[in-house]
Every structure is written in C-alpha cells, then in structure tokens.
C-alpha cells in the first residue's frame, strides 16, 4: 500500500517510520507539545475546523472507533485517551497507518513539525506587566513577592527564581517538574493555581494565586497545637488534595507545615511543587533521596525504594504536629532523630481520640507495605472512622465553614507573613533583564524551554 500527497510516496514502512519519529520526539518534548496539543483543542476556530477535528476529536464513542487489536500495538493506552490530549493525538495518528487519510495526515503532521518553532517563548507576560509590593517569601533559588497586574489590578504571588543559581545546583530538571505539576493543577480547590509562567535571560518568573492567610507552620508556631476537630479538617482538605495529585501519578514528597497556606477564608492551599516525583503509576516507585529531615519516611532515610505512600506517612507527620505541637520523631540532634524515625514507636499520648490514634498509627506504619493507604490510596483515608464527620463532597466544594478563619483585611494585609521577609526592600532589577551578557547569562538564556506559559485563550493562534 502506498499513499501519495505533493508528489511525495508513502509506503507502509514509511509511515511507520514516521510514526517513531513522532513517538520520540513526543518523549523528547513532551512539555511543550502537551501545551501546543492543549492549546489546539482549546481553541475553537482551529479545532473546529473540519479536518483538524476530524483528526482530534474527542467524544463519547471513540473508544469504540479503533479496534482493540490495533489499540493492543499502539504504545498509547486507552484509558489515556480521555485524558491526555497528546496520546489521543498519537493514537489517532497510528490509526493512519492501517486506514490512512492522506490529506488529513499530512496537513497535521505539518502542523506538528510546524509548533517546534513556535512551542518555546510565546507568551506575551513580561515582568514589568506587574507592580512589585512586597517580598512575602525566600528560598534557595530566589524570592516570592506580592504583585499586582498592572491593567487587571489582580494580585499575584510572584516566584522570581535566579537561572544561574539553578545551574549551579544542577536543579533545572525539578523546576521544570514544579511548572509541569502546576499546570496540571488547575481543577484542585486545595492546590495553588499557576496564572502565567516566563522568563528572562537570567530569571525565571511564576505568576501564582497569592495566599494570604499565611503558613499553617506561622499559626503553629503561634497556638502550639490544633484542637482535634480542627486539625481533621486541615488533614482532610490535605488528604483530597494529596489523592488528587496520586491520581495523575504524582507524588508530592514534602508535606510540611511550610508548604501548606490558608487562603483567606481558612482553606487550606498546597504550594511548592518543586519536589514532585510525576509519572509514578500506583504499584511503581522510585528512589531519590529528598524531603525534609523531621518528615522523612524510613524507606527514603534508609535509601530504599518507595512509592506514594510516603505521602501518607508526611501527612501522618504533619497531622502528628498539629494534635501533639511537634513533628512525631523529633530530636533537636539530627542523628537521634533518624534512629527514632526507623526504631521507636510514636507516643500517642491520650487527649487524641481513639480513632485519631488509630489514623496516626496506620499512616506512621514503617513498613510501607503496611501502612494505611497502601492498597486503595486516598480511599483507605477517606473511609476511616476519624473522618466519619466529614462530608466530602461539601468539603471538596467548600461548604464546609473552616474552623478558623485568619483576620485579613485586604490583598495588602500581610500581618501573616513573616517581617523577616516583608521588610526586606523589593529590587529594582526584577523589570529589568540581565545587563551584563556573561557567559553564564549566555548559557542560562536557554536552558529552560518551553517553560513560558499563559492561557490559550489570550493569543495562541490568533
């Protein structure tokens, strides 16, 4: 068989061949093709088109127009077709091998060779699109500041991260981790949404929700523990959004008190995607060592393979810590801490209800073959009986009243944030790109592609 367009000839094996090559570069790219995919089916005059759509289109029957013996060669799984844009591409794709529509195939292919051009830099954003108020957060790489748009008057957190300091720490792959996870955050009412993403020669910028409430570490520190009821609701809002991240096959691995917000209303708000694992199916795991000390479950200190549920024992931890006042396997000596977290049983002293205690024991199982979680994930939490009060789906559209509710006046209200970073003056240079082309400038210029990101509607295919 042989299929013929522009005085060009196909053959059967050349189609295959071209097919790979597509299967590769959609492994090497796969970042900025998944933007290029979602931005074509979420653009209406283009994905209405009738060849585009005739190739794209997405319905309720579609599992039932390519045969299961196809299906059973093609490296894309059905139950991804759904969800994942670019395997439905691939998949519709592979279908032109055994019934090629040549016309179709060939204006899309062209299409898709055509957005490696275009996939890298598009947005539009640019830093002095923002007033800059007040630095509201530090980390290794950089700093988070308050900002308002300048034509919207919205208010944003705005993580402004150093390329070099990046580099230097050789932490350019979780960066682009971080910025994967949160576009895929978008439909989670307990994660913080990513606005806009861009970059400069030398700065990488994240335009996020800004959170307010402050640190659930900050209020903590300041009432010393959590009376039971309310430390269920944090760990159940926590809990949903943690099952949430497992079911597109991520896995957080640093729940800490840090990393955990209340929005203005008393919600909790996940944050810090930085070292997210992705990919991680329910039965697989992985094996690099990261988190922080205090929440460290005993398969990762102890360097061995884990899998989710060492998300479990971090949320064990942080529940621990907001019924007793301090992380379960505290030591003020860090190598004492480690031998309590592999050796000693935790001391669940009796002002936790029964079922609280139990919860704690079953996340807080060293044997992670064990631990609660392990079989079902976030159901095997949702069922247990120290959630009994909860009702999820009001939980999950925030129905529920939180049981406290931080006193913010405004945007600009920052009482909850800590002074040590507020009162440090904002830099001039965050509207400014590098002035000195260095070679380190040079190099870091395009290290990052694909990372800008904005919404579809604004300007793609415009």
Known sequence: MAVTEAGCDLTYCKMRGIVTV???FIKERKMGLNDFIQKLVSTPHICQHVEVNSLLKIDENQNEEVDNNELAESPVSTNCLLTDPLAHFLSKTLQCIYNPPPRIFFQIFQMFLHSRSSLAEETQIKPCDFDYL????????GRVL?????????YYAVKVLQKKIIMKKKEQKHIMAERSVLMKNIKHPFLV?????????DKLYFVLDYVNGGELFYHLQRERIFLEPRARFYAAEIASALGYLHSLHIVYRDLKPENILLDSQGHIVLTDFGLCKEGLEPSGTTTT??????YLAPEVLQKQAYDRTVDWWCLGSVLYEMLYGLPPFYSRNTAEMYNNILHKAPVLKPNVSNSGREL??????KDRTKRLGVKDDFLELKYHSFFSPINWDDLMAKKIT??????VTGPTDLQHFDPEFTHLPVSSSLCTDSLTVTSSVKEAAGAFPGFSYAPPAEHFFM
């Open 22 to 24: 597509l299967a590769a």
């Open 134 to 141: 007040k630095i509201i957060g530090k980390g290794s790489f």
């Open 146 to 154: 308050l900002a308002r748009h300048k034509e919207s008057t919205k």
């Open 193 to 201: 949404g990513l606005h806009y993403s861009f970059q400069t020669t």
């Open 289 to 294: 060592f990261c988190g922080t000390p205090e």
């Open 360 to 365: 704690l024991e079953g996340l807080l199982q």
């Open 402 to 407: 939180p049981p406290f509710v931080p006193s």
